[in-house]
């Protein structure tokens, strides 16, 4: 199983960026998909959760401005992301359930300037 994150890149304050992450290989049912982030010299931290039923759960410091959904037919989890912050700088990484499994996605670089 490959988790492929794509999206990130350069965003001025206060604007907005599509993350997308999407499962490939031997997939049988992803249960539970998540976005974490990871900023300079900051412990990796969880910012949104999706399970297979579209319950969703929000970190803090990104409700209200961030939007995790899901494709279950393209297994791709998406992040959109709004009003962002110059705090919001950081790697973005998905992470996905399937069977008694979890994987990671290579990261994406969100850059937030001020």
């Known amino acids: 199983v490959q988790l492929q994150a794509s999206g990130g890149g350069l965003v001025q304050a206060g604007g907005s960026l599509r993350l997308s992450c999407a499962a490939s290989?031997?997939?049988?049912?992803?249960?539970?998909m998540a976005w974490y982030r990871q900023a300079p010299g900051k412990q990796r931290e969880q910012v949104a959760v999706?399970?297979?039923?579209?319950?969703?759960n929000y970190a803090d410091f990104v409700k209200g401005r961030f939007t995790i959904s899901r494709d279950n037919a393209k297994s791709t989890v998406y992040l959109q992301m709004n009003s962002l912050k110059p705090d919001d700088t950081a790697v973005y990484s998905c992470?996905?359930?399937?069977?008694?499994?979890?994987?990671w996605g290579q990261g994406t670089l969100v850059t937030v300037s001020s």
């Open positions: 992470r996905a359930w399937i069977g008694l499994s979890n994987y």
């Open positions: 290989g031997s997939i049988s049912t992803i249960n539970v």
């Open positions: 999706i399970t297979s039923g579209g319950s969703t």
